[in-house]
């Protein structure tokens, strides 16, 4: 059975960083492309970030704030987020495209989801 579970959210003020856990199961990472996701209240849910065996790629709103990363040993995938905004606010998931390496911002390319985990950026 194919699990993503996310860990790592919380609160914290603009301009601290925090860093998101996704642990997979029943699925290797650097064999599928793994992405990030955000959703904020009264929102659609939208692309924040995605890393494949071959590159990264991140959305406009976080490129040079966020990073992400994967460690193969814990088949876990990271978002590091810095320099954080009050419209960072929201519920990140991740999400994973299982078999395909390609890139895509749009959420009916992945096939499995986690559970998300909130983050709040006071300001």
């Known amino acids: 059975q194919v699990q993503l579970v996310e860990s790592g959210g919380g609160l914290v003020q603009a301009g601290g960083s925090l860093r998101l856990s996704c642990a997979a199961s029943?699925?290797?990472?650097?064999?599928?492309?793994m992405g990030w996701f955000r959703q904020a209240p009264g929102k659609e849910r939208e692309f924040v970030a995605i890393i494949t065996v071959h590159n990264s790629n991140y959305a406009d709103s976080v490129k040079g704030r966020f990073a992400i990363s994967g460690d193969n040993a814990k088949n876990t995938v990271y978002l590091q987020m810095n320099s954080l905004k009050p419209e960072d606010t929201a519920v990140y998931y991740c999400a994973a495209r299982l078999g395909i390496l390609d890139y895509t911002e749009m959420t009916s390319g992945y096939d499995v989801w986690g559970q998300g985990t909130l983050v709040t950026v006071s300001s």
């Open positions: 029943g699925l290797t990472i650097n064999q599928n492309a």
